[in-house]
């Protein structure tokens, strides 16, 4: 994957389809967007975060030359990071720190 980027959370039960925009200067090519709901009820412990994934195949179009990141998947997490290793129980969180790489803000 080469470029990341962080779709609104919701919490919409019944939500069929998300609306985001692709970066104008996002480089031709093509992607995996990768689409993840982390459940982090068992994230007091390593491994105890729950993924689950879905993913779609993108082909962008055009001339635009930015450079994004690369990202290698598996190995974008260790288990370790904040928001994956977190006990949502106590103390009470305060703030939540989203796992995985920076954005690309192109």
Known sequence: ????Q?????QK??????TFKILSNTPAGNYLLRIEHIAVHGASTVG???FYISCAQLTITGSDSGS??????PGVYT???PGLLIN???PPVTNYTL???AVWTG
């Open 1 to 4: 994957m080469e470029m990341w």
């Open 6 to 10: 962080r779709i609104p959370n919701t």
């Open 13 to 18: 039960l019944d939500q069929q389809t998300f």
């Open 48 to 50: 105890g975060a729950q």
């Open 68 to 73: 994004p990141a690369k990202v290698s998947i």
């Open 79 to 81: 288990g370790t990071e």
């Open 88 to 90: 949502i129980y106590w």
């Open 99 to 101: 796992p995985g790489p």
